[in-house]
């Protein structure tokens, strides 16, 4: 039966449903995913070899998988993601020791590189194809609202379910890992049946093909980065934010136990808040359509971006942890307005033919500079002090602001209603 082409509305609709069915599973992972491993009998330092195992998997395969994906299509790649994705969750629940539990996260690492991207361009693929100069901010933006949602209800929800105890012979830590499995299984069928590429060919002969040009399209997303000033300082973003990003996604539970001076309250604290900030994120994607309306993408971008680092300098003043949380949430609610548009600015800058290898590579650069900034705030903090750590991180993320001028003084250069001319993804 052929495929019938989606307006940009039925497009975001889809694009919603199965964003939100791609990060529920995800959401409910977070309360248990540290618990379980060391519930079953792994130290903390194996827990942490083991999660490595992941990041080192995904800095890998992020490039050639968004390559796979420009090459052979959206749908295989999300189809194959989810189904190695109940590989890895599988693992999961049944590992008992470090070696399994390094091969669950190595799966999972593979589940991630290949779904880092392909949802999203397919989203502007079809809306452009539709209308090429159509704005894809309010969609990606109503996207973070989503998938911040999703995840803060998929963290609630794993909550409550460890809440009710243990079912039968599976611990409480695990029924989480079981309904997660679940609700992917749904997230696979949906994808089968509402993500459509009308211009595709998916026979074997034209897939075999497709994985040729993978090599091919990757060497042209590179060169295309070497042309464009505007998506080489959007790369250098992702790699300032992934070291400042430590401050407040891994130092602000310490920070917590540092104002209490107690760290089972802190934790029993944290887990609730970490659900909050996603919905704060949520609610802060939700607002940014208005700010660009206001002041521009890119404006609005560097904006966010930079109250993201004050409100992280913020959260060292505070000497209780209210004005704690609080700080917190305003950071990820910061974070939330500033992805999306982020993201805008990206797309605008390639077309289909590179587009999930661009954002893969944007994606890519963040995991080893997330590894650095763990690495060197967390060493801050042991020979200074958490809030010299944080303060820290927080300029970082400020330094990253003055990298969006290039593509504020782009749009600025575009008349109204028209685009600046040939995104760069039209450089061979």
Not at 270 to 292: D, E, H, K, Q
Not at 313 to 336: E, K, R
Not at 361 to 377: D, R, T
Request: glycine share 10%.
């Amino acid at each position: 039966m052929p495929m019938t082409r989606l307006d940009p509305r039925q497009a975001r609709t889809r694009y919603l449903i199965l964003l939100a069915l791609r990060w529920l599973p995800s959401g409910m992972l977070l309360p248990v995913l540290t618990l379980l491993p060391l519930d079953r009998g792994l130290t903390l330092s194996e827990l942490g070899l083991a999660a490595a195992a992941q990041g080192l998997v995904v800095f890998l395969l992020e490039l050639p998988t968004g390559g796979l994906s420009d090459a052979l299509g959206r749908r295989p790649v999300m189809i194959a993601a989810g189904l190695i994705s109940l590989g890895g969750l599988a693992l999961i629940l049944t590992a008992d020791s470090f070696l399994v539990f390094a091969l669950a996260f190595a799966v999972q690492g593979v589940y991630r590189a290949l779904d880092s991207g392909p949802l999203e361009a397919w989203y502007v693929d079809t809306v452009q194809a539709h209308d090429p100069d159509a704005d894809i901010s309010e969609g990606l933006s109503r996207g973070g609202t989503v998938a911040g949602i999703a995840i803060g209800g998929g963290a609630l929800l794993a909550g409550g379910l460890v809440a009710l105890g243990p079912v039968g012979s599976l611990e409480a830590l695990a029924v989480p890992v079981v309904v997660a499995a679940l609700f992917r299984v749904v997230s696979v069928l949906a994808t089968m049946r509402l993500l459509v590429e009308p211009g595709r060919v998916t026979s074997w002969r034209a897939s075999l093909a497709a994985t040729r040009e993978v090599p091919g399209v990757i060497g042209g997303s590179l060169r295309l980065l070497r042309a464009s000033r505007i998506l080489q300082s959007l790369v250098c973003i992702e790699l300032f934010w992934g070291v400042g990003a430590i401050a407040y996604e891994s130092l602000t539970p310490i920070r917590m136990a540092e104002v209490l001076d107690d760290v089972d309250r802190a934790g029993a604290i944290m887990g609730p808040a970490a659900a909050a900030a996603w919905l704060a994120s949520a609610g802060g994607a939700a607002l940014a359509p208005a700010l660009s309306r206001r002041l521009g993408v890119a404006a609005t971008a560097a904006a966010t971006r930079l109250a993201q680092a004050v409100f992280i300098a913020t959260m060292t003043v505070f000497a209780g942890p209210a004005g704690l949380l609080v700080a917190f949430l305003a950071c990820y609610l910061a974070d939330g307005a500033s992805s999306p548009m982020h993201m805008t600015l990206l797309h605008k800058e390639v077309t289909g033919a590179h587009r999930t290898t661009i954002v893969s590579l944007s994606s890519m650069v963040f995991q080893p500079a997330s590894a650095i900034g763990m690495l060197v705030l967390t060493n801050v903090a042991e020979t200074a002090s958490v809030t010299t750590a944080m303060l820290v991180g927080a300029v970082v993320i400020g330094l990253a602001v003055p990298l969006y001028l290039p593509a504020l003084r782009a749009e600025r250069r575009e008349p109204a209603g028209e685009p600046e001319g040939p995104p760069a993804g039209s450089v061979s």
